[in-house]
């Protein structure tokens, strides 16, 4: 397969339908809502950037990778260096200066691995969590009126959806990274 020169990308993609196809697609009332879901999913995508980059602005973390890799120890808990570095997506080196940055912010600390003390792992530090707070709290209280108006199977096809739409991304992403390569 012939890679473009300027993307990087396979030429040899397979065929997903042409523009016409995809525009004429949307003619149709459920071609519309589709169209209509994604552009509300591309929206609300920008939106969460513009959030973390404005609390990571407030936190002192200004490197996209970094506030990533704050977010992955603060979901996932403690972790190894390698584990951040694929969950994360980048190289071991790549995740020792993130780590240095972090913890020299007081964001992160390394700990013992308790099973192996030779192991390091990393964790989100209580500065982290005290100072995070206060930003992302306030999204909860903004969405609790919308959310209280959903039924338990709303949120449930919600809380699926997310998590369905994750893993097509990551999947995706995996997709075009074997691309590239």
Not at 23 to 32: C, H, N
């Amino acid at each position: 397969m012939a890679n473009d020169p300027e993307t990087g990308l396979s030429s040899q993609l397979p065929d997903h339908g042409s523009t016409a196809e995809w525009v004429a697609a949307q003619e149709t009332p459920r071609g519309r809502l589709e169209a209509e879901l994604v552009e509300a999913l591309r929206d609300n995508q920008i939106a969460t950037e513009q959030m973390d980059e404005t609390a990571g602005e407030a936190m002192g973390v200004t490197n996209t990778n970094d506030r990533r890799c704050l977010d992955i120890i603060d979901q996932r808990g403690r972790l190894s260096a390698g584990q951040l570095a694929e969950e994360a997506n980048l190289t071991t080196g790549a995740i020792t200066a993130v780590i240095d940055r972090l913890e020299e912010l007081g964001w992160v600390r390394r700990v013992a691995d308790p099973a192996d003390r030779r192991r390091v792992l990393v964790e989100v530090t209580e500065a982290e969590r005290e100072a995070a707070l206060p930003l992302y709290w306030p999204l909860k209280d903004l969405a609790a009126e919308w959310i209280g108006a959903r039924s338990d199977d709303e949120l449930r096809l919600l809380v699926e959806y997310h998590r369905v739409s994750a893993r097509i991304n990551r999947e995706r992403a995996d997709q075009i990274r074997a691309e590239l390569e």
